[in-house]
């Protein structure tokens, strides 16, 4: 065991071995069990992945004349020594055979659908207009924080979330609301650290207001069942309702002393 | 959660003439109150009477606490629920209803919101705590179980709301109320996912020896007593129902595989000619986005099937809905639901002077493309596109037949009346089955196909019976279909070569490393 330890070319090919069982098990699937997100990686990618494992692996081994030569050691005396014919012969078959498999992989004819990269949170404008009127974004809080009573406007808040929202965003306000499966993509879960407490009272605002119409390109407005809420909502029931959100939740909001841009 | 001082003092004021017994209840009943202000008043009330802000816009209404008719028992029909039949409901919700499960609420919250919920009606603190039915042991299923069942299922009358093939398109459908007179769906036995009270054999003949209180629905215990039925038979009927469909929704899978039809394409939608085409079940939404809005939709989901042949392509789409509209039969629940549903600023239907709706809207279907096939990952806005993008759209209603448009949004249509799609429908047993076939490139205007690529698509569907016109729609975002390519001589040989090439570049190594070797 330790033979082959120190042996450069099997910690090569364990180099080789353990990086590509990371990039297509590690990352895809053990993350996620022991909690952290993470995705599986697409196979284009792997493959870049691992050329680059494999040029780094090689210029490692040539860098030292001696090391090179114990490297490519291994691989000679497979090609010519007598008393390997055997492995050479299965070797020259297995080679192949790996290759026409990777090489089918990429042209089998694929139903998957195609990758869309979106934006959950592209940057904001810095002002936006609300039925004509123009509203400046840049440095905006929520007007009814200053003025009237918190508790009636939670009350309206909650009020307009449970009539207009529940459907998608859920009465649990975790994106589960009962039409939540016919969207794609999913209605947003405001249980989630990663989106109210990341976002500033007027980015939410803007959200709401232009809904996914008006969503950037790379938020794929096309796609975002959202509705442009300053066509159904007034200026006051939205910023209610943004209230709602955060004292429901618990989270407080982004403030704009750490703002430093959203991208 | 603790309740607040200030909460705690006003009820103790309020029940400081109860016995002391009870002080242990009046602070649950406390505790209670503050999880059910913060999360269920806006729809059951603050007073629990199903009337909170939100209860127009839901059918069927939240549950009124103060009748205490709880649907989900498994007390005997007229009974009150235990407090475990109330915890599953809290916990599990009611599926296919507004109602969600709160997994956000701790055990000690439930248990307090429970005590809260009955201190609403006085029925709970007279007599004696309910007590479960038995429901003896299930005597097993297999197919004998389930032929008797179905035969259990004619004897009790099942069909006359549930209808034959259990789509809830009984004789009965449309004239069933719920004890506050407003029009209730016999259940469709073929989703079990949305029973509100589980979708097990044991769920469903619990369902059916307790009844749904409030509801058409019986308790099958007067059928037992009166020997119409025997215990096993209810058993066995519990089988045939779970025959109906899955328990879970089908999974869903964003790409619609079209195959290469063998033998030409089907020239109807004939079960004989589609049976072993894949299906594709797409759940559908109502149309939430734009007013007037629909929050209680008939139509919940689809399945499309589709085949081509390299010049045409079709697709056969399934969807349920218990009533064929236009149909006068149907009149009264379409004015039940007019009346009893917020329609979020949408003309009602008037009424002719006879009490009869002056329009009785047609089923209707469409299924939508971008108008040419998008370059990169941009698509037409997924509700019937805006005035930028147009979508092309496929449409059927039940009057005009299958057609050709193209939408600029949801309420700008224009038909394409070169278009050469054709097709029909059929409405059998509660589903209709609607046939459509094109060719893949077209003359007209109007998208072309393109074999081997994914082609966006979406769905919209109307009842006309429950009022549903305009833009009072089921949706969809969108999805994918794709036309399988011919097979291609590449997916052969490029494997092929790639193999031949390192074998004899592994060869042409292994000679040069042996002469090498040799010349030394």
């Known amino acids: ?111 998957a659908a195609p990758a869309t990269l979106r934006a959950v949170h592209p940057a904001p404008p810095n002002q936006l207009t609300f039925r004509g009127e123009t509203i400046e974004l840049t440095g905006l809080e929520n007007p009814l924080r200053e003025e009237g009573s918190m508790e009636e406007h939670l009350a309206v808040g909650k009020r307009i979330y449970v009539r207009n929202c529940v459907p998608c965003h859920g009465d649990l306000l975790d994106g589960q609301g009962h039409y939540a499966q016919a969207f794609n993509p999913v209605p947003a879960d405001f249980t989630s650290s990663g989106n109210l407490p990341q976002l500033t009272e007027s980015y939410v605002f803007w959200r709401i207001v232009k809904g996914g119409p008006g969503l950037p390109r790379e938020g794929t407005p096309w796609d975002s069942a959202m509705p442009a809420w300053e066509t159904i909502l007034e200026q006051d029931e939205i910023w209610a309702t943004i209230l709602y959100l955060y004292d429901q939740t618990g989270f407080p909001p982004r403030t704009w002393e750490e703002e430093g841009g959203h991208e | 959660m603790r309740a607040s001082r200030g909460t705690g003092i006003v009820l103790l004021a309020l029940f400081a003439a109860a016995p002391p017994a009870l002080a242990g209840q009046e602070d649950a009943a406390a505790a209670g109150k503050i999880v059910y202000d913060r999360w269920c008043a806006e729809c059951h009330g603050e007073t629990g009477q199903g009337d909170g802000s939100a209860a127009a816009s839901m059918l069927p209404r939240p549950r009124d606490f103060a009748q205490a008719l709880y649907q989900i028992r498994t007390t005997g029909s007229g009974q009150l629920p235990t407090d475990a039949d109330i915890r599953f409901a809290i916990e599990n919700g009611l599926p296919g209803t507004t109602m969600p499960g709160w997994p956000n609420l701790t055990d000690q919250e439930i248990d307090d919101v429970i005590v809260y919920l009955k201190s609403f009606s006085r029925f709970f603190a007279q007599g004696p705590a309910p007590e479960p039915l038995d429901f003896g042991s299930d005597p097993g299923g297999g197919p004998a179980a389930i032929e008797a069942g179905a ?73 037992m007593n009166s020997g119409v039925v025997s215990p096993d038979e209810v058993w066995q009927l519990a089988h045939y129902l779970a025959s109906f469909g899955p328990r879970e929704m089908p999974p869903l899978r964003e790409v619609i595989r079209v195959g290469r039809a063998e033998g030409g394409l089907p020239a109807d939608g004939g079960e004989e000619a589609w049976a072993g085409v894949e299906a594709f079940h797409f759940p559908l939404s109502g149309q939430v986005v734009q007013l007037p809005r629909n929050f209680a939709p008939t139509v919940d989901g689809l399945w499309v099937q589709g085949l081509h042949d390299g010049n045409d392509v079709a697709l056969r789409v399934q969807w349920n809905d218990p ?16 009346a009893a549903l917020d329609l979020d600023g949408a003309e ?49 209603d039940s009057e005009t037949g299958v057609g050709a448009a193209r939408g600029r949004g949801l309420d700008s249509v224009e038909p394409l009346a070169e278009d050469p799609v054709a097709g029909e429908a059929t409405w059998e047993e509660g589903r209709w089955t609607l046939y459509v076939r094109r060719p893949i490139e077209v003359e007209s205007e109007g998208l072309d196909f393109v074999e081997g690529t994914p082609t966006p698509i979406a769905f919209q569907a109307w009842d006309g019976s429950s009022a549903e016109v305009g833009k009072r729609s089921s949706v969809s975002t969108w999805y994918y279909i794709l036309l399988e390519p011919p097979a291609s001589s590449t997916v052969v040989v490029t494997p092929l070569l790639a193999m031949l090439l390192t074998g004899a570049f592994g060869l042409v190594l292994v000679r040069r490393a042996q002469d090498r070797r040799r010349d030394r």
């Open chain 1, 1 to 111: 065991m330790k033979r082959y330890l120190s042996h450069p070319f099997w910690q090569g090919a364990i180099v080789v071995v353990a990086s590509y069982v990371a990039f297509e098990y590690v990352i895809g699937y053990v993350l996620p069990v022991i909690g952290v997100a993470s995705a599986p990686v697409p196979s284009s990618v792997i493959v870049e992945y691992m050329l680059i494992v494999l040029v780094g692996v090689l210029l490692y081994m040539s860098a030292d004349e001696e090391r090179w030569q114990r490297f490519r050691e291994p691989i000679r005396e497979t090609m010519v020594q007598p008393d390997r014919r055997t492995l050479r012969g299965i070797l020259m078959v297995a080679f192949p055979v790996l290759i026409g498999w990777l090489a089918y992989e990429r042209v089998k004819p694929s139903y």
């Open chain 2, 348 to 396: 009602a239907i008037a009424l002719d002077s006879a009490g009869a709706p002056s329009v009785r809207p047609p089923d209707a279907v469409l299924l939508q493309f971008p108008f040419e096939m998008p370059e990169g990952t941009d698509r037409p806005y997924f509700l019937m596109g805006d005035a930028r993008e147009p979508v092309y759209l496929w449409t059927w």
């Open chain 2, 151 to 223: 035969a259990a299922y004619l004897t009790m009358l099942c069909e006359e709301c549930h209808g034959l093939s259990g789509r809830g398109d009984g004789t009965s459908a449309p004239t069933l109320e719920d004890w506050r007179g407003l029009p209730i769906r016999a259940a469709d036995l073929t989703e079990a996912w949305v029973f509100n009270g589980g979708s097990s054999v044991e769920d469903m003949h619990t369902r059916m020896l307790t009844g749904l209180d409030g509801t058409p629905m019986p308790s099958a215990i007067d059928a």
């Open chain 2, 323 to 338: 009533s064929n509209s236009p149909d006068p039969n149907w009149d009264e629940w379409q004015n039940k639901i007019t």
